[in-house]
């Protein structure tokens, strides 16, 4: 059982938890399924806000589902692989992003505002860069496990909901090398523009990301082994704090590609690892509905974003609250005097 006073030291600790998910509560989602019909519309009238609000339920461990404290974090990591020139943009963006965030100027924190979101940013290590994982591995085990215990510590007991945000310069790279790594195909498949690279930088990029699979090949024998050689700090931080959400019963609203590439590296351990995440957008990096496929899941907004930040997910936090405010306030036939189905 994760205990958040002991946090995982190395990657099999981390193992270990993956083997150990609660499941969903039953008896919660007992209890929604017998009040919908009783709410004052026709039967399954709301479509997926249904589903939400009985996900919700179940993941949260009540029978009223609440989304009155949703938490983005954006986790900041800074990665080697930017020497391969495989982003638009320099890595010291990363510092200032940071900066930006906590004086309320990036899109998150405008985003996070308007939907009554709180909003949190964790730098891990940013000032040193991982490995270029075009020469070695990203990160060493124990590494890999402090970044991903560093993002556990991002979950409270007590969070309704929890948003895996990033910034990283080159992160989609990563994120790209995850995915190649996780469902093979060509790099051409995985590899996108980012922040915007020109088309000669598009060719370098995806022949840095099919290299990158070839020369760790055999050393990545499961999802963690992949976020080791390819991934980053940040992106281990958002997978750690995926598995504490579930722990702590917080359901988790998956961003865009980044985001889903973290959680994608659990899914390839065990398949259900994800039963408490939705994804709250599908970005326009074209390896994300890709990505989304592979993961079962089906994104609740299309709205050509391509942020990262937590951005989309973030957005798509009111069509939650919707589901939960329906589910919890809606009138039932009896005590409105609606009459039923003939
Ligand atoms: C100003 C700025 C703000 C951002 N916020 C998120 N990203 C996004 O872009 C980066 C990934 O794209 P690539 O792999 O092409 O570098 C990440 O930092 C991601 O969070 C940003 C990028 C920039 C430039
Ligand atoms: O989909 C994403 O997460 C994304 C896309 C472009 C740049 N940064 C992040």
């Not at 919908?36 to 919700?56: I, M, N, Q, V, Y």
């Not at 004086?103 to 991982?130: F, H, W, Y």
């Not at 290299?211 to 080791?228: C, F, P, S, Y």
């Amino acid at each position: 059982m994760f205990n958040p006073k002991h946090p995982p030291q190395n990657l099999d600790e981390i193992r270990a938890l993956l083997a150990d998910l609660p499941s969903a509560d039953s008896e919660a989602q007992a209890a929604v399924l017998q009040r919908e019909p009783t709410l004052t519309k026709p039967a399954g009238s709301l479509g997926r806000l249904e589903d939400f609000s009985l996900w919700l339920a179940g993941w949260q461990g009540t029978s009223r589902p609440n989304m009155s404290r949703p938490r983005v974090t954006v986790f900041a990591g800074s990665h080697g692989v930017v020497a391969q020139g495989v982003s638009a943009f320099p890595a010291t963006v990363n510092q200032q992003m940071v900066e930006n965030f906590i004086n309320g100027g990036a899109a998150i924190n405008q985003i996070c505002k308007s939907v009554d979101a709180e909003l949190r940013v964790m730098e891990v290590a940013l000032e040193i860069p991982t490995n270029d994982f075009s020469q070695e591995p990203a990160m060493d085990d124990e590494g890999c496990a402090e970044a991903m215990a560093f993002g556990m510590s991002a979950i409270e007991k007590g969070l309704d909901l929890f948003v895996p945000g990033e910034m990283g310069i080159g992160n989609t790279s990563s994120a790209a090398a995850i995915a190649h790594a996780l469902y093979g195909g060509e790099a051409a498949d995985w590899t996108g523009r980012g922040t915007g690279i020109d088309d000669e930088t598009l060719i370098r990029k995806t022949r840095v990301v099919g290299d990158a699979i070839i020369l760790h090949k055999n050393q990545m024998h499961d999802g963690l082994d992949v976020l080791r050689c390819v991934g980053g700090r940040e992106i281990a931080a958002m997978a750690g704090a995926i598995i504490a959400a579930r722990f702590a019963r917080v359901p988790v609203l998956l961003d865009g590609y980044v985001s889903c590439a973290a959680a994608a590296v659990l899914a390839a351990i065990r398949p259900d690892a994800l039963d408490h995440c939705l994804v709250g957008h599908v970005s326009a990096e074209p390896g994300h509905s890709r990505l989304i496929e592979k993961l079962g899941k089906k994104a609740l907004i299309d709205f050509g974003m391509r942020l990262g930040e937590g951005s989309g997910a973030a957005l798509a936090i009111p069509l939650l609250r919707a589901a939960a405010e329906c589910h919890n306030n809606m009138a039932t036939f009896d005590k409105a005097g609606v009459d039923g189905k003939d």
